[in-house]
């Protein structure tokens, strides 16, 4: 278990499910919402936690409110993360199978040095980098699958490399890319292959079947 008085996470849930659907995070899994059990998992983990929600379910839910985008959900979540963290961590609330052994071993890669750690997997699909050329896609390159990684969340940050990296309002598809841009070094650890984010209906049936096998 980490030093919970050093490490916080934000775990981001304020998303509006638009592939989804819905508000994906408030569906359940055996019982639990899918928000509830990220921030369960992030807790037993050692982590101080701070919750970002839409913003008209901030007082039902006790967090912060998010922005339109998740850069600025979590810089909303970070303006309340106190200024003497160590150790950041940013959590999507659609991943709730992530284990807490994971989240030791982002912090643990970020207590040896690193300013950033991320959980990836192997890409085992081929991956093409396409362009549109006349209304149609072309193949531009076709990348080792060597040097690709899919790569997930917790992911853990130096907190003032973090808090840094968002001063300038920019925005990414996760913050490790913030991180990157900024100039700071980010390390891959092992991911998990249960750490499957809830994006679409099938992605919560599919929720729902393991935690019964």
Known sequence: MTDGAAVWTVVVGAGRGSRFGGLKQYEEIDGERIIDRSVS????????????????????????????????????????????A????????????????????VIAAVRAGADGAVPGLPVSDTIK????????????????????????????????????AHAGGAEGTDDASLVEASGGRVVVVEG??????????????????????
């Open 129 to 164: 980098v396409v362009r549109a050329v006349e209304g149609e896609l072309e193949v531009a390159s076709t990348p080792d699958r060597s040097t690709l990684s899919a790569v997930q969340t917790p992911q853990a940050f130096r907190a003032e490399v973090l808090r840094a």
């Open 192 to 213: 998990e292959a249960l750490n499957r984010k809830i994006t679409t209906a099938e992605d919560l049936e599919w929720a729902r079947g393991a935690v019964e096998r």
């Open 86 to 105: 160590e150790i950041v961590c940013v959590h999507d609330a659609a991943r709730p199978f992530a284990s807490v052994a994971l989240f030791e071993r």
């Open 41 to 84: 998992v992030a807790r037993s983990a050692g982590s101080h936690v701070v919750v970002v929600v839409p913003a008209e379910d901030v007082e039902r839910e006790g967090g912060v409110a998010g922005g339109e985008s998740r850069a600025e959900s979590v810089r909303a979540g970070l303006a309340v993360v106190p200024v003497d």
